[in-house]
């Protein structure tokens, strides 16, 4: 099992709002990092440090936080959005990192 | 910023493997670096992580005593020594370069390892 928890599957309506969710009493010290998958690829940072973009990811993925929980919300999601997503962050002794296990994000 | 990993393949339960990742356009001896691995059709699992001189070293509890993490930062290379392997280490080994304590920021394409007789 996972230190940091996630939905199974979540999916959204093209160009709708999705906000995808991770749990873990880790968050409560520890900032949450996001991770965009698609099949056959290696995964892409698309958040950290709570709502920090790098460079090339478009505005339309952002980070929050509150408690033990960590969110990613896609504002306008596009087909292209449709991958796994992967949180990520320390556990709670801080020496490990760990990710969550994954939500299916489908784009209808 | 490019990682490229290479030594996957298959290999007998119990036996070994040392994987390496050749990193390029960034300043190697600056950054803490990972390996994380995924299974066949499962999720991120970190396995590793080294500082950047390569004093301080973690590991999943799962490889610790059969896994070593090194690298070699005049090479720009990080490495994974993977002894008594078991079928349940078989997975795509990516390696990344750590940007914050919680965040990977590069990652390689991965290679694959599989255990099986």
């Known amino acids: 099992s996972s230190a940091l928890t996630q939905d199974p599957a979540v999916s959204v309506a093209l160009g709708q709002t999705v906000r995808i969710t991770c749990q873990g009493d880790?968050?409560?010290?520890?900032?949450a990092s996001w991770y965009q998958q698609k099949p056959g690829q290696a995964p892409i940072l698309v958040i950290y440090?709570?709502?920090n973009r790098p460079s090339g990811i478009p505005d339309r993925f952002s980070g929050s936080s509150s408690g033990n929980a960590a969110s990613l919300t896609i504002t306008g999601a596009q087909a292209e959005d449709e991958a796994d997503y992967y949180c990520g962050s320390r556990d709670s002794s801080g020496d490990h990192v760990v990710f969550g296990g994954g939500t299916k994000l489908t784009v209808l | 910023v490019q990682l490229v990993e290479s030594g996957g393949g298959l290999v007998q339960p119990g036996g070994s493997l040392r994987l390496s990742c050749a990193a390029s356009g960034f300043t190697f001896s600056s950054y803490w670096m990972s390996w994380v691995r995924q299974a066949p059709g499962k999720g991120l699992e970190w396995v590793a992580n080294?500082?950047?001189?390569?004093?301080?070293?973690y590991y999943v509890d799962s490889v610790k005593g059969r896994v070593t993490i090194s690298r070699d930062n005049a090479k720009n290379s990080l490495y994974l020594q993977m002894n008594s392997l078991r079928a349940e280490d078989t997975a795509v080994y990516y390696c990344?370069?750590?940007?914050?304590?919680?965040?990977?920021?590069?990652w390689g394409q991965g290679t694959l390892v599989t255990v099986s007789s």
């Open positions: 990344a370069r750590d940007l914050t304590s919680t965040a990977l920021d590069y």
């Open positions: 440090a709570k709502n």
């Open positions: 080294i500082e950047q001189d390569g004093r301080e070293k």
């Open positions: 880790s968050l409560r010290n520890y900032y």
